[in-house]
């Protein structure tokens, strides 16, 4: 009779090692979820940071907003993917979610990314976002749409 008792109290224990397991992994799970993911399109090359993307389909995913604030761009094909780290944040957005780009040296470049959703806006470039961004006379923007994965 005593060893069925305690047979009982090592299944319980068993099975809730294994819910408690459980829960870590759901909760591991849904942490993983980013806390940004957006869609945007290059009609032409584009330099941001040391990397050049060509015209084409782009997603964006922002895992975290802790600093350094680093960001996966990829494009939709899968085939090309970077990483681009935030050095400057700021939490005046004009409003909008878009890729703020300005020449320099003849090629169009990134010099932020407004997230009005987040409330932030991730400064790539300081010498080309010299302006508050509210107040910024951008030649281009590109809008970057919210997006599930």
Not at 87 to 115: W, Y
């Amino acid at each position: 009779m005593r060893s069925n008792q305690i047979l009982t109290v090592i299944k319980m224990m068993l099975a809730t090692l294994a819910l408690s397991l459980l829960f870590v992994g759901t909760a591991r799970a849904q942490g993983d979820l980013p806390v940004y993911f957006g869609k945007f399109t290059l009609t032409q090359q584009v330099q941001w940071g040391k990397s050049v993307l060509q015209p084409g389909n782009y997603t964006i995913t922002i895992k975290a907003t802790t600093f350094p604030v680093i960001a996966l761009v990829q494009k939709d094909d899968g085939h090309a993917a970077i990483r681009v780290m935030s050095g400057v944040r700021d939490e005046k957005t004009n409003g909008v979610n878009a890729l703020l780009i300005e020449e320099k040296d003849g090629q169009p470049t990134v010099h932020s990314l407004s997230l009005a959703q987040l409330g932030m806006v991730l400064v790539y470039d300081p010498s080309l976002a010299k302006e508050p961004v509210q107040e910024a006379r951008v030649s281009r923007s590109v809008p970057v749409l919210s997006a599930r994965k």
